[in-house]
């Protein structure tokens, strides 16, 4: 029992991370960027990369997972900012279903652009960078990869130390969103373009910015999937795109903390359907829930409770 | 050479016609208004000087330059601020939150506090409602939310957009009383309006639009006793 909730909140804190990017840019421009599970995807193949090509990175344990992180997440910062830019923004005054097409566009050129250079078949992740083996890890280090008692289940040091990371991270977040003058300025785009502007608000420069966050924190995320679950696929977007999704409609898309809520509601649903069902079931949980809350509660667990919402 | 210059400007939305070789001018320190029924063009014309739709044909110049390279955002840092049609308030965002994001250019962290302080003096009902939403004011506050926000960023000309749109007689005195205020306080205003009597009464010049295009303009006082004037905007 324990164990499955522990292995929910694992999951779902990465979950909840790829929603926050999800609900960032359909709060600030209303837009369901179905791109935004295959940026995932990329940093996902970005980390796998690193750890390959980086000499000497075998031999830094978790440091290893540290650095690969720093690196997806910044260029799939900065792949989120090119797509806003060159295909989002030009249609920003054009009915929605051009961008929404636009963005099923974009999730195949990211798709088959990785299966261009990394091919079809699913990758194996590098030893290296796996969280639930201890191969390699340096002394002073071991502990990342032993399982710590939580209550009658285990955990992991590292897939702590990640859970941790994702915490903080949303933590960090929800500060910026909720206390500064630049989320200050993203809540004021989500609820008024024109009057942002006429504050002296840079709108375009500002959406950049929550692209580049959301699309960072998905990347964060890739380099997380492949650690935990030891091989990845170009495809794999596709499907957390639409888990994803799903968690910041349980929570209330638009809604930062919904999708943080919904995040690890869906990782905890998951895990207990698998260890009650079986794990052939594990996605059907997901798109129940979602058809369970389209219908049932639209507006998420948190509703309309629109003052998070950016 | 004027403070704000608008010279022969036309604006065009698609094929329809909004302005037509639209001139006027305001000078440092002036009130001046604009005057016009709906559809006149009013908002236009101040959605133009704001940079939010292009000119096809003129210039607009402030403090000697012309602004057709300058982005709208970039125009309150020129001290040029908008107070839009319907106020526009960030309606989830609380009364304190409206004010910190009119100072959203202000790097000076101290002034923009002092400044929130200036605007509750000036207006006390906002000061007791900063922690509630913008949304949830009454329509006389949320005007004064939207200009007590303008002022925030302290500008050298306030443009405003229909300030007594909707507000009940006793409240448009209110508002035109702050709008006078803070002309004496130094800011020069352009202030669109449909209430010509309400406007007459605080401008010291104003224009008549009327399709796109200025068909009177004068010392208020004297537009006041214009029987045009009286008879189309002050009801006969
Ligand atoms: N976004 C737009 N697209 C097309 N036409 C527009 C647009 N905005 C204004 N117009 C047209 O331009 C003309 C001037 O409109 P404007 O809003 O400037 O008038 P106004 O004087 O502010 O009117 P009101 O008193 O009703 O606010 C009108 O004929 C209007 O229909
Ligand atoms: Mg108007």
């Not at chain 2, 604009?34 to 959605?47: H, I, M, Q, V």
């Not at chain 2, 000119?55 to 300058?70: F, Y």
């Not at chain 2, 009940?168 to 010509?196: C, F, H, S, Y």
């Amino acid at each position: 029992m324990t164990q499955i909730i522990l292995n929910g909140l694992f999951v779902g804190s990465f979950y909840a991370l790829i929603a926050l990017g999800y609900s960032m840019v359909y709060g600030i421009i209303k837009l369901l960027n179905f791109a935004h599970g295959d940026i995932f995807m990329f940093g996902a193949y970005i980390g796998m990369t690193c750890l390959t090509v980086i000499p000497g990175i075998g031999s830094l344990g978790i440091g290893a997972i540290a650095i690969v992180l720093l690196i997806s997440a910044l260029l799939t910062g900065a792949t989120g900012v090119l797509i806003e830019t060159l295909a989002y923004r030009p249609l920003r005054s054009a009915p929605r279903l051009s961008v929404l097409i636009t963005a099923v566009g974009m999730s195949f050129l990211l798709e088959y652009g990785v299966r261009q250079i990394w091919g079809p078949d699913p990758q194996p992740w590098p030893q290296a960078g796996r969280l639930t083996e201890a191969a390699n890890w340096p002394a002073g280090l071991q502990w990342g990869a032993q399982r710590i008692d939580i209550l009658g289940g285990s955990l992991t040091g590292a897939q702590l130390v990640l859970m941790a990371l994702a915490v903080v991270l949303m933590a960090v977040l929800a500060l910026y969103i909720g206390k500064t003058r630049e989320g200050r300025a993203m809540r004021a785009i989500a609820l008024d373009k024109r009057a942002a502007t006429l504050m002296g608000i840079n709108v375009n420069a500002t959406i950049s910015r929550v692209f580049f966050i959301g699309s960072a924190l998905a990347g964060v995320a890739g380099v997380m999937h492949g650690a935990y679950y030891s091989s990845i696929t170009f495809l794999m977007g596709f499907l957390l795109g639409l888990k994803a999704f799903t968690a910041a409609v349980i929570g209330g898309i638009g809604n930062l903390y919904g999708a943080m809520l919904g995040g690890l509601t869906l990782g905890l649903l998951e895990a207990f359907g698998t260890a009650w069902f079986g794990g052939e079931w594990k996605d059907v949980f997901a798109f129940v829930f979602l058809i369970a809350f389209l219908t049932l509660r639209p507006t998420g667990i948190l509703g309309e409770r629109v003052v998070e919402r950016m | 050479m004027s403070w704000l210059e608008v010279d022969g400007v036309d604006v065009f939305y698609g094929r329809i016609q909004a302005l037509h070789q639209l001139s006027f001018v305001v000078e440092e320190g002036e009130i001046v208004s604009l005057l016009g029924n709906n559809g006149a063009g009013k908002s236009t014309t101040l959605n133009l000087v704001s940079r939010i739709v292009p000119a096809s044909a003129g210039r607009v110049v402030w403090q000697g330059d012309d602004m057709a390279r300058t982005a709208a955002h970039d125009l309150v840092a020129r001290g040029l601020v908008q107070v839009p049609e319907g106020r526009r308030i960030f309606s989830t965002m609380t009364v304190e939150e409206n004010l910190m994001l009119g100072g959203y250019r202000v790097r000076d962290k101290k002034a923009i506090s002092q400044r929130v302080d200036q605007v509750y003096d000036l207006m006390p009902r906002l000061r007791e409602r900063r922690s509630q939403e913008g949304g949830t004011l009454s329509g006389g506050e949320q005007q004064m939310l939207a200009i007590g926000r303008a002022l925030i960023a302290a500008p050298k000309l306030l443009l405003l957009d229909e300030p007594s749109m909707g507000l009940a007689p006793l409240m448009v005195k209110q508002v035109m009383d702050i709008i006078r205020t803070v002309n004496q306080r130094g800011t020069t205003i352009l202030v669109v309006e449909q209430n010509a009597k309400a406007a007459l009464r605080i401008a010291d010049r104003a224009y008549v639009l009327d399709n796109g295009a200025v068909t009177l303009s004068g010392p208020a006082s004297q537009l006041a006793g214009d029987p045009r004037v009286v008879e189309a905007y002050l009801g006969g």
